[in-house]
């Protein structure tokens, strides 16, 4: 299998009529971790999304690639088939389908017609995946998301992550709101897939999930698009020193997009 | 009166049928009252929905007399179906047109002085016992024109009586099968669960003739005495041309409950009522049903719960799916009378639209007439909610495949609340078949 290479060149995107991103390029291969840090409202969340094809944001301009393919042509599910992950902060809640009936579902729609992924095998890998994430195993019969805690649903993506094994997962925030050992639970998920054929973008405020998941690359993004990279050393200053000197650096006084700048 | 002048269920016809029947007097002298007051009352008037142009006249009476079988293996096929082939227990009541055709229960029942029995049976053998029930608390003759019909013309049914600290344990099951095209069936069924009993049952309606018009009239009464448990399941399948009116009705006593789980999934216009009152103190009802309207067809829903006694809880859960050109009305009360103390009544109805020509209404009431209590209502009508769909699309499921997904979701409820797993089965086909 060729690595897998994610590009995405001067990328704009809208929602409800507000440009929130503002020429965001970012090039990724397999075997990468980059991690894209920065305040709120910096349009962190707003590329995950529209990576992924979220029916709200509108791309005006730029492109997305996977492996040469035009992301941007391609509807949700297909991007999903080529290999785009998304672990989202706020997963929905589907009443009356069981996890594992959904989990089977998503495989089954990527191996195709006729290529049916075996009822148990699917069960044991799912139970093994169960295992590693510490998820009692009732969890697969209950519905999807339906009355999850917030850390819950965070596992759920990443079994989802680790069901799926993606080309390339964008992890948005999967980090807020959980204590500390259901975030090393979360990085052993998303360390364990760490292969030349798997590239993360982690999305995230702090720096702590840093702790456990070694990124290749660091991005500070503000107004919509990238404005500093470095290595894992440049998380560990801004977590020590906070993003006020990469401001004054810039010259850059309202980090934030969508609001009047100053 | 407006039956037409070419009536031919007269009062004469009416205490004809009685005497071939062998009915005791009682059940003559209602059904002869019935026949009477069915001419002067009205037909119901369900809010929003106009049943005056529907057939509830063109129908045959009587079938012709049917063989019994005395394997399921004879029934029609997709009557097995909804059967469970490898249960241990089975306890079984097919009727065809009203007719029995097929009867099998386990030994324990006897035992345990169960009676699971049509209802002209019941008449001839248990006559005092039905009389007891018949027409009781539930359900009043005088209603309108369908209930009262319902008595004069009552040609099927089924009479279950569980006596008092007996637990059934096999679900009992029934099947009414409209063979003949034309057949205008008038259902009765009258449960009883004596004090402390607990017993489950399950209905299935179905039929297969697409064209001709006909007419089902069911009423199902169901009694929760002292401490009993009646979980009541029901699966209407009726064909397109099949005009239905269904009446379904508990009545619970001190501390009993009584649960039901409809899948109501017919054809044709149809008019539905499940009323239950909770009359003795600390009784609950849990009332879930599901429905999906396709084509052009009309349908009006009315849940019902009447809280009289204290401590008690009453439940509506109402999803509905609509399409194509289809209406239906989606009426919930809660109400809650004076003295009923602490009691609680909370309802959530919700239509998924599928199309922008079909219509949905849901109508939460709540009607309250005690200050200690607590009460809440949710009701939403909408079309798949699409963030929902991104969020099943971003893993990979095309949108027709995460659509389906949703809406069996949505459908649930009562599927996972149905007792027999084969009716479960094909319910899940019906829900498939009507949605795609």
Do not use: C
């Amino acid at each position: 299998m060729a690595t897998p290479n994610l590009k995405i060149e001067n990328l704009h995107v809208e929602i409800e009529g507000t440009e929130i991103i503002k020429g965001f390029d970012l090039e990724m291969n397999g075997g990468e971790i980059h991690a894209i840090m920065g305040p709120n409202g910096t349009g962190k969340s707003t590329l995950a999304s529209a990576v992924m094809g979220h029916p709200k944001y509108e791309i005006t301009k730029g492109t997305i690639t996977l492996d040469g393919e035009d992301v941007l042509d391609m509807e949700v599910d297909e991007r999903a088939r080529a290999g785009l992950f998304l672990a989202m902060q706020y997963p929905s809640e589907v009443s009356g389908v069981t996890n594992s009936d959904f989990m089977r579902s998503a495989i089954n729609a990527k191996r195709g017609e006729g290529n049916e992924i075996q009822l148990m095998k699917f069960i044991r890998q799912m139970d093994e995946k169960m295992n590693m994430l510490e998820i009692d195993e009732s969890f697969s019969q209950r519905y999807l998301n339906e009355g999850f805690s917030g850390g819950e649903k965070k596992r759920n993506e990443i079994l989802q992550l680790l069901m799926m094994e993606p080309k390339i997962a964008i992890l948005d925030e999967i980090d807020s709101g959980l204590d500390i050992d259901a975030l090393k639970v979360v990085s052993k998920g998303v360390n364990d897939m760490k292969s030349p054929d798997f590239g993360a973008l982690i999305i995230t405020h702090y720096q702590r999930l840093l702790n456990y998941i070694t990124p290749d690359k660091v991005h500070v993004m503000m107004q919509g698009r990238i404005v500093k990279s470095g290595g894992a050393e440049l998380a560990q200053r801004l977590e020590s020193e906070g993003y006020e000197w990469i401001k004054e650096e810039l010259g850059i006084e309202n980090e934030r997009v969508g609001e009047p700048q100053e | 009166m407006s039956i037409d002048t070419t009536w031919k269920y007269d009062e004469k016809y009416v205490e004809d049928f009685s005497a071939k029947q062998n009915e005791p007097k009682w059940l003559k002298d209602q059904r002869l009252s019935a026949s009477r007051l069915a001419e002067k009352l009205e037909m119901p008037k369900p809010e929003k929905t106009n049943i005056k142009t529907w057939n509830f006249t063109e129908f045959e009476h009587e079938g012709t007399p049917k063989e019994t079988f005395s394997s399921s293996e004879e029934l029609h096929e997709q009557v097995q179906g909804l059967i469970d082939k490898n249960a241990a227990q089975q306890n079984l009541l097919v009727q065809r047109d009203g007719q029995t055709v097929f009867y099998e229960t386990n030994s324990t029942l006897e035992e345990q002085g169960v009676i699971f029995t049509d209802i002209a049976t019941a008449a001839i053998e248990h006559g005092d016992l039905l009389e007891r029930y018949f027409m009781g608390n539930a359900v009043q003759v005088d209603e309108h024109r369908f209930t009262a019909l319902n008595v004069a013309l009552m040609n099927g049914g089924t009479f279950i009586y569980v006596p008092k600290n007996v637990k059934v344990e096999a679900p009992l099951q029934t099947i009414y099968w409209l063979e003949q095209a034309d057949m205008g069936l008038f259902n009765h069924v009258v449960i009883v669960a004596e004090a402390n009993s607990e017993v489950t049952y399950l209905e299935n309606y179905v039929s297969y003739d697409t064209e001709t018009p006909s007419v089902v009239n069911a009423i199902a009464e169901v009694y929760a005495e002292e401490g009993a448990n009646v979980s009541f399941g029901g699966v209407d399948h009726l064909e397109k041309a099949t005009t239905v009116y269904t009446n379904r009705r508990g009545y619970a006593l001190k501390d009993a409950s009584i649960d039901w789980a409809l899948g109501q999934m017919n054809e044709g216009n149809t008019v539905s009522d499940n009323t239950t009152a909770l009359v003795g103190d600390g009784s609950t009802s849990d009332k879930k049903s599901v429905a999906i309207g396709r084509g052009e067809q009309s349908q009006n829903f009315w849940a019902h719960i009447i809280q009289f006694g204290k401590n008690t809880d009453g439940q509506i859960l109402t999803h509905g799916v609509m399409k194509d050109k289809a209406s239906a009305i989606f009426n919930g009360v809660n109400k809650i009378e004076h003295g009923a103390t602490k009691a609680n009544g909370e309802q959530t109805e919700r239509v998924l639209m599928l199309s922008e020509r079909a219509r949905g209404d849901a109508n939460p009431i709540l009607l309250i007439d005690e200050d200690d209590v607590t009460a809440g209502h949710a009701a939403s009508v909408g079309r798949v909610d699409p963030v929902q769909l991104y969020y099943m699309m971003s893993r990979g499921i095309p949108q027709t495949e995460a659509e389906r997904l949703i809406i069996h979701g949505f459908l649930a409820p009562v599927v996972d609340a149905l007792p027999i797993q084969a009716v479960k089965d094909r319910l899940t086909e019906v829900i498939e078949r009507k949605v795609y």
